[in-house]
């Protein structure tokens, strides 16, 4: 009788099944790790809001805080110098000159799972004050929590809708 190479059905669907678990034991993981380090990026980029913002008042104080996060940005122009209204206090990506980051999620500029944006006081001429959020792009999917802070430079969470401050800070 001749010897036969190679492997059985059975031994294949024994693989294949193995396969299929550990596949279900490591996608769930993934996706919690996806989403904690979406969350420890919008936390990252609020304190840099907030050091940008602290700066910006500070060199241009006849201004007071930026009104936007494109203000903050670097401009439509690249290696164009800093000025009152491009500061270049924030990456490309955070201080996108479109939408801009202002007012709401819809206007606001997407980074890591997150949309970031500012409100600020319409203060004439001197801004005395703002909001930043960041609120997940998809709740559930790209983060869990909403984050915001203020000119107090303390960051605030809510699990379940748009943060304010009236929310928990972060530990």
Do not use: C, H, W
Not at 107 to 125: Q, R
């Amino acid at each position: 009788m001749r010897k036969q190479k190679g492997f059985s059905l059975i031994e294949l669907l024994i693989v294949v099944a193995i396969i299929l678990i550990i596949a279900a034991i490591a996608i769930p993981n993934l996706l919690r790790s996806r989403i904690a380090a979406n969350e420890a990026s919008a936390v990252g980029s609020l304190r840099t809001i907030n050091t940008a913002e602290v700066t910006y008042a500070s060199t241009y104080p006849s201004a007071g805080f930026a009104p936007d996060l494109k203000t903050l940005g670097p401009g439509a122009t690249p290696g164009a110098s800093a000025s009152a209204t491009n500061a270049v206090l924030l990456d490309s990506v955070l201080g996108a000159v479109s939408p801009g980051g202002t007012g709401a999620a819809s206007a606001a500029n997407p980074k890591s799972g997150y949309y970031f944006y500012i409100s600020s006081s319409s203060g004439s001429p001197i801004v005395s004050t703002y909001t930043a959020n960041a609120d997940p792009i998809t709740p559930d999917q790209t983060g869990k929590r909403y984050f915001f802070t203020d000119a107090s430079g303390v960051l605030r969470y809510n699990a379940s809708q748009v943060a304010s401050s009236a929310d928990s800070a972060l530990q």
